[in-house]
């Protein structure tokens, strides 16, 4: 392997663990929105405090959807750091 190239093996080895940051980021972020959903749902709950149980929600989700993105992300980079 050349020295401070990067196989072909190794970028598509990122770029499948980047769509699967992106995939399981999305998923988490609408499975957190969804909790909310049912939530307001389930409760009946109608105007102000819907769409702050929503609002919330969705802010939950993002966070989650981050969360989980970067997670993904920095355990693959230091795995590839080990060389594993």
């Known amino acids: 392997m050349d020295m401070g190239r990067e196989s072909r ?3 598509d080895a990122m770029t499948v ?11 988490l972020a609408a499975a957190v929105f969804a909790v909310a959903l049912a939530l307001t749902l389930v409760l009946g709950l109608s105007g102000p405090a819907s769409r702050g149980v929503l609002t919330g929600g969705a802010l939950a989700g ?4 981050l969360w ?3 997670r993904v992300l920095y355990r693959f980079d230091v795995e590839r750091r080990k060389g594993h």
């Open 68 to 70: 989980r993105l970067v």
């Open 62 to 65: 993002a966070a989650a959807g």
């Open 17 to 27: 663990e980047i769509v699967f940051a992106l995939v399981t980021a999305a998923a």
């Open 9 to 11: 093996w190794e970028k």
